[in-house]
């Protein structure tokens, strides 16, 4: 089941997010976060942009989330997104259908810009990114220090939808979670048939 995360998954979400931090690069963060941290993270975050999880009995085994690309008021059109799977749950197909329904809310909210940040090589990664429409938009070379070396990182962009002359203001998470068309797109995601 695909469903908006709650504060209470917050110490499922901190589980599934700690080997990146301390094993990977897949975050550059390099001091995990306590269980908390992750809840106020989700807090400040669901107002404004999707933090969705997938469920199945009981146990999250992914989420995604998206966020502010820039704190300029010309950026509020485009955010960027992340997602993170269980290592028990890949390779079912979780991440591509996760992802698709955060990128659907992101077009509901009247977004126009999706970016995936990647460290390299990150094939993975790569990918499920590029199986989701999105296209290489540059690379930061060297651009951050993490388990004794430089990494690069790639930038992965995706148009959600055109953007309108001029554009209306995009819609916080908050008040679309309410809004039929919302109800509808979690409804079909739940029971695709």
Known sequence: MIRIAQPRDAEAIHAIYAPHVSDGVATFENILPGVAAMRERLLARLPHYP???WEESGEVLAYAYAGRFRERAAYDWIAETSIYVHPDA???GIARRLYAI???AMRLQGLTQAVG???LPGTASVAMHEA???VPAGVWRRAGWKLGQWWDVGVWQ???QPGATPPSA???F???VVLPAWTAMLAQAVDPA
């Open 170 to 172: 995009p819609i916080p």
């Open 102 to 104: 955060l990128l659907d």
């Open 90 to 92: 890949r390779r079912r």
């Open 158 to 160: 995706k148009e959600l």
């Open 51 to 53: 933090w969705l999880v």
């Open 117 to 119: 940040v990647i460290t």
């Open 132 to 134: 989701m429409g999105f």
């Open 174 to 176: 908050a008040a679309l």
